[in-house]
């Protein structure tokens, strides 16, 4: 997965104007995945 596809997920699907169910969950797990990446940065710095 891109960098791209992780700031805008409904572009990197193809479907821009969709602001419907389906694209507010990838846009949530998107949200989730990035506070993970952050929150595995942070434990790596602070853990060690």
Known sequence: MS???LVN???AA???GD???AA???RGLTVL???VVAGVI???F???
Request: proline share 8%.
């Open 14 to 16: 193809g479907n821009p």
């Open 3 to 5: 960098k791209t596809d």
């Open 33 to 35: 995945a990035i506070i």
């Open 19 to 21: 602001n419907g169910r």
């Open 46 to 48: 602070y853990g060690s």
């Open 24 to 26: 507010s969950r990838r």
């Open 9 to 11: 997920p409904d572009v």
């Open 42 to 44: 942070a434990w790596s």
